[in-house]
């Protein structure tokens, strides 16, 4: 396995439309339903977050559909090959770059009005799932393996999307308004993120064929190295749940700056965690396919 400059700005473009992706959906969910417990100007920055993040998650996806174009012909002079950047429009970029730009759309006119409707929650789950539409697990002939990763996409950009509109409000301070949205985020978060590992477990089953594969293969070594992070991500978001936000609830202030450093670290983890997707789907494949 060897990574080359196209492979490598390939795994970029992929991170940014992955992490924008993301953060312009989680950040709709969380508006609909922590929408009464936040003020005027946290609304504002969150909308923010779903307009700048959808520019940046259309940004990212023409940019794979030129880096793509490039590799093929070996230079630069490829991204501006007609006949290439045709050919991986037809291949599949170009549905879920579509799909992915009309969820978008729904999305960010959706949270213009003061609760994002069910267009706007709609959008947010078409551009949050548009990555099942291409893929390894759309490579396979039949099955489960694509409705398994929508499933899990869903979870991520719930979870990993709310990080940045959970920060937002907790950057208020005040206890009585971070307590109740840091609640009802963990509340729904907790059944959201159970569906999310069950969906991957069943789909990380079916791509490697055989869980020797784990420690055999490139893809399973990358996988390895990215569950390890994920648990580590997953057991912030046990400490923000049990300990902080049971501390937030009694009106103890400390517990806000313990939580805005512990969103900050899951933000953290949560973009390699991304990256580490984008070289997995660029540079190795699963077992199950070879």
Request: proline share 3%; aromatic share 8%.
């Given at each position: 396995?060897?990574?080359g400059v196209w492979d490598a700005w390939a795994i970029g473009a992929k991170t940014l439309t992955y992490a924008a992706t993301f ?46 174009a490039g590799s093929m012909q070996g230079s630069a002079a490829g991204m501006l090959d007609g006949s290439l950047l045709h050919l ?155 300990r902080l936000t049971p501390r937030l609830i009694a009106g103890n202030t400390a517990a806000v700056t313990s939580l805005r450093h ?29």
């Amino acid at each position: 396995m060897t990574l080359g400059v196209w492979d490598a700005w390939a795994i970029g473009a992929k991170t940014l439309t992955y992490a924008a992706t993301f953060s312009a959906a989680g950040a709709v969910w969380f508006l609909r339903y922590c929408n009464g417990l936040l003020g005027g100007e946290e609304r504002r920055k969150i909308r923010r977050i779903v307009f700048s993040s959808a520019g940046l998650s259309l940004f990212g996806g023409a940019a794979q559909l030129l880096i793509t174009a490039g590799s093929m012909q070996g230079s630069a002079a490829g991204m501006l090959d007609g006949s290439l950047l045709h050919l991986v429009w037809q291949a599949g970029a170009g549905r879920d770059n579509a799909i992915r730009a009309v969820g978008l759309l729904l999305a960010a006119v959706g949270v213009l009005s003061d609760r994002p409707a069910w267009p706007a929650l709609f959008g947010a789950a078409m551009a949050a799932t548009s990555f099942a539409w291409t893929g390894h697990a759309r490579s396979f002939d039949a099955g489960p393996s694509p409705l398994l990763l929508g499933v899990h996409l869903l979870g991520v950009a719930f979870w990993l999307g709310a990080l940045a509109p959970l920060l937002i409000v907790a950057r208020n301070g005040d206890t009585s308004r971070v307590a109740p949205a840091t609640a009802r985020f963990g509340a729904a978060a907790l059944y959201v993120v159970a569906g999310m590992v069950a969906a991957a477990s069943c789909l990380l089953f079916r791509l490697l064929g055989d869980i020797t594969q784990l420690w055999a293969s490139d893809y399973g070594r990358f996988m390895m190295l990215k569950l390890g992070l994920v648990a580590v991500l997953l057991g912030l978001a046990a400490f923000n749940k049990l300990r902080l936000t049971p501390r937030l609830i009694a009106g103890n202030t400390a517990a806000v700056t313990s939580l805005r450093h512990s969103v900050r670290m899951e933000l953290m983890l949560g973009v390699l965690i991304l990256g580490i997707t984008a070289a997995l789907t660029t540079i190795a494949g699963p077992p199950a396919l070879d």
